[in-house]
């Protein structure tokens, strides 16, 4: 899922300036209480799509107008602006749009989408002007920032664009400041200056740059660095002799001349300071290259907002209602989420959005999630639970008429009904295994695509109109599709393997293939499953909270070396976040509880959690942007990855950025598998139109929060499959005899996904179990067998289900 966003180090707009001072070990750091004023640009000057009209029958407008576009998608507003050097650039953008639905748009700069998108909500009325900020990429001379509405209601009426360049960084070279038990090199490349710091191998050795401030204030330092060893080489930052940041990670690069940057904000005091850099072990430090000082990234999150409320409650409307949030710079945006789905969006100085299009007698659980213009994001506000009125119209459609199935194959059927009348109007018809719907149209026929070979199928088709109410059902028509044609094995038999379970979320196998642990979600408890069904608790894992959502007791992997060390893993929600840990397993209990790595943000939902070994030995990991869609793009954050690291919680030696990211750009990662090749493949939650099975690849950037499902983005990758959220939403995976195996949460299905030989392409995707068993959570291989066992969830908030109805089953593949 699926963004050239720009990283999450973004420069406040009341920040810090920097010149530089030419002398050796000396930079002068300006910190200022405020940057120069913006440049302004009205949108009656700009370029814009032919139909477009300047305005001024609206008041509170700048300049002499504002211009207002064609409602239609594709109408855009095109600002020409310059920066005078390369950066990140903050764009303040002032609109209105007084009708009730939003009005998004793609921006793109320089004709590269940033944001794809970018919600315009509503502003109550044409006269109540708001202002949306945001960060975007800018190169050094003259830009194109375009809007480019996505919808039929065209761009909201724009005022003006407001244009800031964030101050440059300045270099400090390492050869130029103060060095103690280190040399100056230039046996490698890729430097800057005119060398770099070796560090001696031993504890305590330093590089100290002098810095001068004229005022104190906070500053980004940026340490350029190599590591050509397998081992990490921890460093103290301190500033005038206090430890600012104790132990921190100089990961591996992969060799000596590929190089990295580790950043963070430390204050400075008006005058001079002293930044050193300080080896915590026997290895020393790494290979310094230069200190970049510059303005201080704002990574201060918003507070949570308050309680939500809803009034004004109708049959497919309500007014969403919040307490505001605070932030040290300013709430530039609220998200309107419907459990893990945002639906909405309010401007900053707003505390209430009306939501339009619900369906009648529906109950919807919702939360606010604030955002600043760096892109920091609050925790959840606490849940409301809301119900729309029901539906005025209480008449239901007619029954439609008879139901047949013709032209069946392995993986398809031809449907055809008579028409339903309705005293208003049909809007549609749902084509039903049971009550779980299969698939929705408007006509009365269709072709059936995706079934599974070999299969037995009851349908049936009922009628929907406007207010959401149902006909009778047709006559169920049964049918088996054709003999499979595959070698790969398809689903033969399924039994229940254990019950009595409460959202079972990670399944691992021991290494002698006789049990299983698997984790509970909730409960934190974690079980050894033997192979008839016998289950034992083995222990519960410290520390771990709930979210009321998605977090808690996730994943868990077992160390491939078990036999010898009784390591397993656990990914888990705290207090601060979410961790990966270690524990001692002797076969019986659990002890030791260690943390590996912490600081990877939580929220209430997006938290990821899958663990798995890869044939390499390492571990990876799957982690969610917490709702907050910018950390996918940050390379330096551990949110919205693929992680990859050792058994001692290290960054793995050659991960493409030197530091635990091994890919980027996701949004709630979930299944992670390794087929015959070594190749790793992942499944990822989709928010409202794609829900994407992904081969990953190291340093390869998924595309989220521009592109959800496949785009044409350069620097994207596109999923290999895709399904709307409504037939899957994926949680884990599995491979079986070069098939792929995923689980489907609101899908309630299994899909099989066959890999073509060995390329990096899938086959046609076949659905098994549609709205049998509920809800489908974890799907993982028993060893020496060509079987898979399958776990539900249909105990969380979304199945409704008693605690304790959850089931894990087995099926063999045949």
Not at 50 to 76: E, I, K, Q, W
Not at 230 to 257: E, L, Q, Y
Not at 479 to 503: A, E, K, L, N
Not at 510 to 523: F, H, I, K, N, Y
Request: a negative charge; glycine letters at 10%; one cysteine or more.
């Amino acid at each position: 899922m699926r963004s050239t966003t720009p990283s999450r180090g973004r420069l406040r707009r009341i920040a810090i300036g920097a010149v530089v001072l030419l002398c050796a070990g000396l930079v002068q750091v300006v910190p200022q209480s405020a940057s120069a004023a913006p440049t302004r640009y009205e949108a009656e000057s700009a370029a814009y799509t032919s139909g477009s009209t300047v305005d001024s029958n609206y008041a509170g407008y700048s300049g002499s107008g504002f211009l207002n576009t064609p409602n239609a998608a594709g109408s855009y507003v095109e600002f020409t602006v310059n920066a005078a050097s390369a950066g990140t650039a903050t764009v303040a953008l002032r609109y209105a749009n007084g009708t009730t639905a939003d009005r998004p748009a793609d921006i793109a700069v320089n004709g590269t989408v940033v944001k794809a998108g970018y919600s315009f909500p509503s502003t109550s009325t044409w006269d109540a002007w708001t202002t949306s900020t945001l960060t975007v990429p800018v190169n050094a001379g003259s830009n194109k920032i375009r809007l480019t509405a996505t919808g039929s209601g065209g761009l909201a009426n724009t005022d003006y664009l407001d244009f800031e360049l964030a101050a440059a960084a300045t270099d400090h070279q390492a050869e130029d400041a103060t060095i103690s038990q280190g040399t100056v090199a230039t046996n490698h490349t890729g430097y800057t200056g005119t060398g770099f710091v070796d560090y001696t191998n031993i504890t305590g050795s330093y590089v100290e740059f002098t810095v001068s401030a004229a005022s104190a204030g906070s500053a980004s330092l940026a340490l350029r660095y190599a590591n050509g060893t397998t081992t990490d080489r921890p460093m103290d930052i301190s500033v005038n002799g206090t430890v600012v940041a104790s132990g921190v990670s100089f990961p591996a690069t992969t060799d000596w001349d590929t190089w990295a940057t580790k950043t963070l904000n430390a204050s400075l005091t008006a005058g001079s300071n002293k930044i050193r850099a300080t080896a915590t072990t026997a290895a020393g430090g790494p290979n310094l290259d230069k200190l970049s000082v510059g303005a201080a990234a704002d990574t201060q999150a918003p507070t949570r907002p308050g309680q939500p409320s809803c009034s004004d409650i109708g049959e497919d409307t309500l007014t969403l209602a919040w307490g505001a949030s605070t932030d040290n710079v300013g709430v530039t945006a609220y998200d309107l989420y419907e459990h893990g789905n945002k639906i909405g969006e309010a401007a900053g100085d707003a505390t209430s959005k009306n939501l339009t299009g619900l369906t009648p007698n529906t109950t919807y659980n919702l939360t606010v999630i604030a955002r600043d213009a760096s892109g920091n994001t609050s925790p959840a506000s606490p849940a409301v639970d809301c119900t729309t009125k029901p539906s005025s119209d209480t008449t239901p459609p007619t029954k439609p008429g008879t139901l047949t199935a013709s032209n069946v194959t392995a993986t398809s059927a031809d449907l055809s009904w008579g028409a339903s009348t309705d005293d208003k109007a049909v809007v549609g018809y749902d084509v039903r295994s049971g009550t779980t719907v299969y698939k929705s149209v408007t006509g009365t026929s269709t072709t059936l695509t995706g079934l599974a070979c070999n299969s037995p199928y009851t349908l049936n088709v009922v009628a929907r109109d406007a207010a959401g109410n149902v006909s009778p059902e047709t006559n169920t028509v049964t049918f088996t599709t054709q003999t499979c044609s595959t070698d790969g094995g398809v689903p033969s038999s399924i039994s229940t393997v254990s019950s009595g379970w409460t959202i079972p979320w990670g399944t691992y196998w021991m290494p002698d293939g006789q049990t299983a642990l698997v984790t509970e979600r909730d409960d934190f408890r974690v079980w050894k499953v033997a192979k008839d069904g016998t289950k034992t608790q083995v222990g519960t894992v410290p520390n771990a909270v709930t979210t009321d959502g998605e977090g808690g007791l996730l994943g868990v992997a077992v160390d491939p070396n078990w036999s010898t060390n009784h390591y397993v893993y656990f990914m888990h929600t705290a207090a601060e976040g979410n961790r990966v840990v270690r524990m001692t397993y002797n076969g019986t209990s659990l002890s030791g509880y260690t943390v590996l790595l912490q600081g990877i943000k939580k929220n209430r939902y997006h938290n990821g959690g899958r663990l798995a070994f890869g044939p390499d030995g390492y571990l990876y990991v799957s982690t969610g942007e917490a709702q907050t869609p910018d950390l996918a793009q940050d390379k330096n954050s551990l949110n919205g990855k693929i992680l990859r690291m050792t058994t001692d919680g290290k960054a793995a030696p050659g991960n493409p950025f030197g530091n635990y990211v091994y890919s980027y750009g996701h949004r709630n990662p979930q299944g992670l598998a390794f087929d015959r090749n070594g190749r790793l493949w992942e499944a990822e939650f989709g928010n409202s139109s794609k829900d994407e099975l992904n081969l990953i690849k190291p340093g390869a950037n998924y595309g989220w929060p521009t592109c959800e499902g496949t785009c044409s983005v350069a620097g994207m990758t596109n999923p290999k499959k895709t399904w709307n959220v409504s037939e899957a939403s994926p949680s884990g995976i599995a491979i079986v005899r070069n098939v792929i195996y995923m689980a489907s949460l609101r899908g309630e299905r299994l899909w099989r996904i066959p890999i073509t030989g060995d390329t990096e392409n899938v086959g046609t995707p076949t659905a098994y179990y549609v709205g049998t068993y509920g809800r489908l959570r974890t799907v993982t291989k028993v060893p020496g067998a060509d079987q898979l066992w399958l776990s539900t969830t249909n105990c969380d908030n979304n199945g409704g289900a008693a605690d304790g109805s959850d089931k894990i089953f087995k099926l063999s593949i045949s």
